[in-house]
């Protein structure tokens, strides 16, 4: 069993920062890809960023040059330091870990980032 402990979310103005944390525990052998998502009310969930064991990273257009995903593969461990943030990045995120050798997928129960105007 894995349990995804996320972190970092809450209320801030427009230009503001927020840094989220997801940390992974339980039967861990090694992580493969993990990222974060997002989910604003009445739309999909979208990928915000990704970053991979080697450390290559991908992000959405929307939030490329403002967010930066990273992670400490000794604490399975993934962090997004999100600046400048607007009002349209208001969502719940939820980060996304994919284990090497299984390849299973676990999700956390998210957290929820509010930019005021």
């Known amino acids: 069993q894995v349990q995804l402990v996320e972190s970092g979310g809450g209320l801030v103005q427009a230009g503001g920062s927020l840094r989220l944390s997801c940390a992974a525990s339980?039967?861990?052998?090694?992580?493969?890809?993990m990222g974060w998502y997002r989910q604003a009310p009445g739309k999909q969930r979208e990928l915000v960023a990704r970053i991979f064991r080697s450390g290559g990273t991908a992000y959405a257009d929307s939030v490329r040059g403002r967010f930066t995903i990273s992670r400490d593969n000794a604490k399975n461990t993934v962090y997004l330091q999100m600046n400048s943030l607007k009002p349209e990045d208001t969502a719940v995120y939820y980060c996304?870990?994919?284990?090497?050798?299984?390849?299973?997928?676990?999700w956390g129960q998210g957290t929820q980032v509010t930019v005021s105007s």
């Open positions: 996304n870990v994919n284990l090497l050798g299984s390849g299973t997928n676990y």
């Open positions: 339980g039967s861990i052998v090694s992580t493969g890809a």
